[in-house]
């Protein structure tokens, strides 16, 4: 059993932003780190990592595990030709994996939550569902992938907003306040909440002790962002500023890990379905990403040179 486990939920709250292909680039990093690395496709309704890894459908997959309560998490865990980099895929015949059920989903995340290996990437589908929220949730650290597009800060936004209110509700135990958590994700909710420090102040005068638990789940809730397909200095500060607002209007703490420059080579490698990582720190992005998973896990190993 490895002795220190990490697990990274990859999403964002708009599609086509590239989750797939940073999920799957962190994860040749990681294991080209010498360390043991599973990349778990966590888009429930449109698997596509093991096309970015350029490796077959595998055989035995999530949509099995759902489906067959005598299955392990172990028995569809596929090798990948990287060293030290395995691969949990998702059926895309299977329709239902998409909205599995209550307990089906527990099982799953604590199933994901078992698995033996220092990395653990999931690969989040686009959006605030709840189940992906929950699959962020279950992380070490959340990250979102942005593009320097209004559409795709404003998505992050709300999924950030909506990670949050997800993790308040599930550690609160009195109904009434889960209730008012659940009306404040609404922007026209009767309470005229509008923020997280609000809603904060609100259940706090409702119930002392529990307005100061929900406190410290804010402060240890610090996702992180990645920005993506950058073209000028000025999208590179939209990084900075999205730290500085998320302090602001919520009250949170957000890492801002790193960016990717808009990259030919990136297109090149998704559309040969070799991840740009495998060669090693060759380009510009392949660096990028070892410098993103350097301020991810802070390992000295993977210090930007």
């Not at 698995?115 to 650290?141: M, P, R, V």
Request: proline share 4%; charged share 25%; aromatic share 6%.
């Amino acid at each position: 059993m490895v002795s220190k486990k990490h697990i990274i939920a990859i999403g964002g709250g708009k599609g086509g932003v590239g989750k797939s292909f940073i999920a799957c680039n962190l994860g040749v990093v990681l294991a080209r780190n010498q360390k043991s690395a599973i990349l778990v496709d966590a888009d429930l309704g449109g698997a596509n990592l093991h096309t970015c890894l350029g490796i077959p459908a595998p055989e035995l997959t999530l949509s099995d595990f759902v489906k067959n309560p005598a299955l392990n998490i172990e028995d569809v865990v596929t090798r990948t030709s990287v060293e030290n980099l395995s691969l949990i895929s998702v059926a895309q015949d299977f329709l239902g994996i998409a909205n599995p059920k209550y307990s089906q989903k527990i099982r799953l995340l604590r199933a994901i939550q078992s698995l033996d290996a220092n990395h653990i990437i999931l690969d989040l589908g686009a959006g605030t569902s709840f189940n992906t929220l929950d699959f962020f949730l279950i992380a070490d650290k959340g990250v979102l992938v942005v593009t320097p597009e209004p559409t795709s800060i404003e998505n992050a936004y709300r999924f950030i907003k909506g990670a949050l209110y997800r993790r308040l509700k599930l550690i609160a135990a009195n109904p009434k306040i889960k209730e008012v958590i659940e009306r404040a994700m609404d922007r026209k909710n009767e309470f005229g909440i509008k923020a997280p420090a609000e809603l904060i102040d609100f259940i706090g005068h409702m119930d002392p002790a529990v307005g100061k638990e929900l406190q410290s789940a804010v402060d240890q809730f610090r996702p992180g962002i990645v920005l993506n397909q950058v073209r000028t200095i000025q999208d590179i500060r939209i990084g900075f500023a999205m730290q500085a607002a998320c302090e602001k209007y919520f009250g949170l703490k957000v890492d801002f890990l790193g960016y990717l420059e808009n990259d030919e080579q990136v297109w090149q490698s998704i559309r040969k379905r070799k991840p740009i990582a495998i060669n090693g720190d060759y380009s510009k992005s392949a660096r990028s990403l070892r410098t993103i998973a350097y301020n991810l896990i802070n390992d000295h190993q993977l210090r930007p040179e």
